[in-house]
């Protein structure tokens, strides 16, 4: 299969992982080996010093390429700061831009990411922004500096999938840098189906890390992310309104 | 000596610079990041990084998140 190039870096697997949610971490890293997933989120908070935890990037093979998310950040200048402490700690300088001032419905602040996405570029970092599906917001992400846009399908961890669809569809024909579709990818029916519409990649947290079997789910989903861009590839036939008979019409055995 | 780590107000006995500090407060401190009074401290400069009274210290690290 054609591979998925960001920033110049070429990636077979056109599946990435959050590492949210997950109850035993154990499961994580058996998700990120089954699944064959080579980019994965990780966020940055603040040390609790008043107990003990473990750190997320030990369960985190050292091959794959980690991209810190801002979340937490409200506007464009707190995206900044956490970008800038994550390129500090030397894990690299992808960056998911995440500015949600909503707690209700998480739903990302637009303009405040154009503003972050342009800083941040400007100082290089490979910067991934999560936007709400609006191409006049990719244009000028585009503009920018970003390396993709992350259109949300639906609601973060609602596993609603592709409610933006006919958006994100509107992105794909217009936008020229990769389209991740993150957020609200329930199914891996759902992935498949953001993929065969020509989707770049796509991102899935939630239905992953609170399945009853995280690991099995997500070789589901990196299975339908393969099939998805196979069947963009090989062009779908398009619908139609009527049958067409897969079967020849005449000659039938008992025909006069 | 009074520092705000973290927003929480901690008392801290001696003269501790930023690595002595991160040593004693963090479990792993490979992978803990620093802010002091606003400003990233690269680890390599934590020995040379003198705390006074009142320091504003930041101690971040790495949690899952998608």
Request: proline residues 4%; charged residues 20%.
């Amino acid at each position: 299969m054609d591979d998925l190039i960001i920033a110049g870096k070429s990636f077979k697997s056109r599946f990435m992982l959050g590492t949210g949610k997950f109850k035993n971490k154990n499961e994580l890293t058996e998700c990120i080996t089954l699944s064959g997933t080579e980019i994965v989120t990780v966020a940055l908070r603040r040390i609790d010093l008043n107990r003990h935890e473990e750190n997320i990037l030990e369960y985190i093979p050292k091959h794959i390429t980690l991209m810190t998310n801002t979340s937490g950040a409200r506007n464009a200048e707190e995206a900044v700061r956490i970008a800038r402490l994550a390129r500090e700690a030397g894990y690299g300088n992808w960056i998911k831009i995440e500015v949600i001032n909503d707690s209700k419905y998480l739903l990302p602040d637009n303009q405040e990411t154009v503003k972050a996405t342009e800083i941040l570029a400007a100082e290089g970092f490979v910067v991934m922004p999560y936007m709400y599906p609006d191409l006049n917001t990719a244009r000028a992400l585009v503009k920018a500096g970003a390396a993709t846009v992350m259109p949300l399908g639906s609601l973060i961890g609602s596993n609603q999938g592709l409610k933006t669809k006919e958006f994100i569809q509107i992105l794909l024909n217009e936008i020229d840098i990769p389209i991740v579709v993150d957020a609200g990818i329930g199914r891996p029916s759902q992935a498949a189906e953001a993929m065969e519409m020509g989707a770049h990649a796509v991102l899935v947290n939630t239905a992953i890390a609170t399945a009853d079997q995280p690991a099995v789910i997500s070789k589901a989903f990196a299975l339908a992310v393969e099939a998805g861009r196979l069947a963009f590839l090989a062009k779908l036939p398009e619908q139609k309104n009527q049958a067409q008979a897969s079967s020849p019409l005449t000659g039938f055995l008992y025909e006069k | 000596m009074k520092l705000i780590i973290n927003g929480e107000i901690k008392i801290i006995s001696g003269q501790p610079d930023l690595t002595s500090l991160v040593n004693q407060l963090c479990p792993n401190p490979k992978l803990v990041i620093a802010e002091l009074n606003g400003q990233i401290i690269k680890c390599q400069n934590w020995n040379n990084a003198s705390l006074k009274d009142e320091d504003k210290i930041e101690l971040v690290t790495f949690v899952g998140g998608g």
